[in-house]
């Protein structure tokens, strides 16, 4: 089974339906069409992230309703001391980026999907955008895990 973490904008766009953004995202979202084979996790940084948008755009009620409905589907990725610590000394840039990765390290994910692949180029985490994860597990038979199975 694959680990794949689903980066925030990734999550905001099928959450919010974003254009043009809404279908290759929510592709790479429906891990109930990969048999099985991929264990979808969010980052727990990013929980509160998606919270405080999508409040701001369909109220709190709603929100929560959201994200009730997208851990039926995820596991939360912990953000620990650990996490942090290691994000501070990452190459990475960005901070909440590097932050994915090093949560994407401890929990031994083997994808990160996002629409800011190079924002991760100096990362060691196999990253890809929506549309190329979708493809890669239509065209090529899946993707290569930790035992070699999608």
Do not use: W
Not at 128 to 140: A, D, H, I, N, R
């Amino acid at each position: 089974m694959t680990r794949v973490l689903y980066d925030t904008n990734v999550v905001l766009d099928a959450l919010m339906q974003r254009e043009p953004f809404y279908s290759t995202s929510t592709a790479a979202m429906d891990v109930e069409n990969y048999g099985g084979k991929i264990e979808g996790y969010i980052a727990g940084h990013a929980v509160t992230t998606v919270d405080y948008v999508l409040r701001k755009q369909v109220g709190a009620a709603r929100s929560r309703t959201a994200i009730a409905q997208l851990l039926e589907k995820f596991k939360v990725a912990t953000v620990s001391d650990a996490t942090i610590r290691q994000a501070l000394q990452s190459p990475l840039r960005d901070f909440e980026d590097a932050v994915c990765h090093a949560i994407a390290l401890e929990t031994g994910i083997s994808v990160i999907v996002t629409r800011d692949i190079q924002d991760f180029i100096q990362g060691t985490i196999t990253v890809m955008l929506p549309e190329v994860f979708c493809q890669s597990l239509l065209t090529q038979g899946g993707l290569e895990g930790d035992d070699g199975n999608l």
